[in-house]
Structure formats: structure tokens, C-alpha cells
T-cell receptor, first 115, second 112 residues
Framework: NAGVTQTPKFQVLKTGQSMTLQCAQD?????MYWYRQDPGMGLRLIYY???????DKGEVPNGYNVSRLNKREFSLRLESAAPSQTSVYFC??????????????FGSGTRLTVV | KQEVTQIPAALSVPEGENLVLNCSFT??????LQWFRQDPGKGLTSLLL?????REQTSGRLNASLDKSSGRSTLYIAASQPGDSATYLC???????????FGKGTRLSVIA
């Protein structure tokens, strides 16, 4: 099925460990996003990439880095995981950031626990 | 800064009832508004997308309306079913190449 694919689906990390969350889309979208979802906080934007070769900070970028590897792939890296980064992470994509005629498409999420 | 509010945070209704979910946003200069459904432990599924030039969109038993001037959108669900139980989120897209801003959602329970 066409869409947004995230790996892994689940991950447990120890404090201080690093990891990279992978995201790939096959809809030829220009823009990609990383959100985190926490109880009572809703979805908050971490980073986004309006087009290949560009990345911008969102609302909660501290502790994260991103790489737009090519048009299809956008990865999120935690260099030194902290318990506060325990969350569900969603990747999304769209034709463009604002004028998305078909809206945003989301992946199924990565559940990350930092102990 | 755009802010999106959804009230109520939770709603429980008996099966068969028609219901309305509310979404309000602070800056009326939006490009579009998108309603999503999220089942427990799952990702977001897009339900309806309303462009700023539109007043409403319909899909099956769902109807979403948009009133930009008042900064409000409603999602109407007709003849609710237990399978409609989920969290419903609205999100708005604004000028300035800024990504979607989400409300915190309304958790709907439809009781058989």
C-alpha cells in the first residue's frame, strides 16, 4: 500500500543511548514532518523538511536532529536519549507545507520508551 | 501563533445518535483544515480536508463545515455506531509555509 512507512514500530532505550527513527514515503511528496504525541499535549511538531535539501525546527526540536536523505526519506535522530523523550513519534508527508491539496498523510508511529 | 482548540475533550453517546464535534482556531487566515481519526495505539487517518474557499465537505455519514470568519469548524457524525469510537483531531494549515497545527482531540465513545 502506498503511504508513509516508519521503522521501528517499538523501541526501548536506556538513558544516554542514541537511535535513529526512519521514515519513507512513496507518494512523491515534497514535504515531510516529524511530530511527537504525548498524553494531554496533543501532536507537537519536532522538525520538518519543506523540500529535499531543507530542514526547519518545529515547536519542540531540542534533543533531536533530522536528515532529509532524499525526496523519499526523512530520519529523526536522538543523540542521547532522555526519559522526557518517551513518546509516540509520527512521521507525515504532503505535497507542500501549507497548500496541500490532499492534506497530510501519516505513518503508523513509533512507540519509544526511554528508561 | 495559531492555536487550535477542541471541545469537549471527551464525549460519550448512545448508538444511533447524531453528534457534533467542535474545533476552533485563533487565526482565521488559514489555507485548509483537516479532520483526522485516531484509533487507540494507531496512527492518524485523514477523514476530510476542507480548503479555505469551501464551506463544507462530506464523506458518507461525516460532514465537516468551515466558518473561517468565526474561526470554527464542526464535524457532524450521523447515526453514530460503536465503530466510530476513536479520537478525532482537527488541524489547520496557515500561510507562511507553516506546518499543520493540531488540536488535542476529542475522544468519542459510542455505546451500544
Amino acid at each position: 500500500n502506498a503511504g508513509v512507512t516508519q521503522t521501528p514500530k517499538f523501541q526501548v532505550l536506556k538513558t544516554g543511548q542514541s537511535m535513529t527513527l526512519q521514515c519513507a514515503q512513496d507518494m512523491n511528496h515534497n514535504s515531510m514532518y516529524w511530530y511527537r504525541q504525548d498524553p494531554g499535549m496533543g501532536l507537537r511538531l519536532i522538525y520538518y523538511s519543506a523540500s529535499e535539501g531543507t530542514t526547519d525546527k518545529g515547536e519542540v526540536p531540542n534533543g533531536y536532529n533530522v536528515s532529509r536523505l532524499n525526496k523519499r526519506e526523512f530520519s529523526l535522530r536522538l543523540e542521547s536519549a532522555a526519559p522526557s523523550q518517551t513518546s509516540v513519534y509520527f512521521c507525515a508527508s504532503s505535497e507542500s507545507v501549507s497548500l496541500a491539496n490532499y492534506g497530510y498523510t501519516f505513518g503508523s508511529g513509533t512507540r519509544l520508551t526511554v528508561v | 501563533k495559531q492555536e487550535v482548540t477542541q471541545i469537549p475533550a471527551a464525549l460519550s453517546v448512545p448508538e444511533g445518535e447524531n453528534l457534533v464535534l467542535n474545533c476552533s482556531f485563533t487565526d482565521s487566515a488559514i489555507y485548509n483544515l483537516q479532520w483526522f481519526r485516531q484509533d487507540p495505539g494507531k496512527g492518524l487517518t485523514s477523514l476530510l480536508l476542507i480548503q479555505s474557499s469551501q464551506r463544507e465537505q462530506t464523506s458518507g455519514r461525516l460532514n465537516a463545515s468551515l466558518d473561517k470568519s468565526s474561526g470554527r469548524s464542526t464535524l457532524y457524525i450521523a447515526a453514530s455506531q460503536p465503530g466510530d469510537s476513536a479520537t478525532y483531531l482537527c488541524a489547520v494549515s496557515s500561510p507562511g509555509n507553516t506546518p499543520l497545527v493540531f488540536g488535542k482531540g476529542t475522544r468519542l465513545s459510542v455505546i451500544a
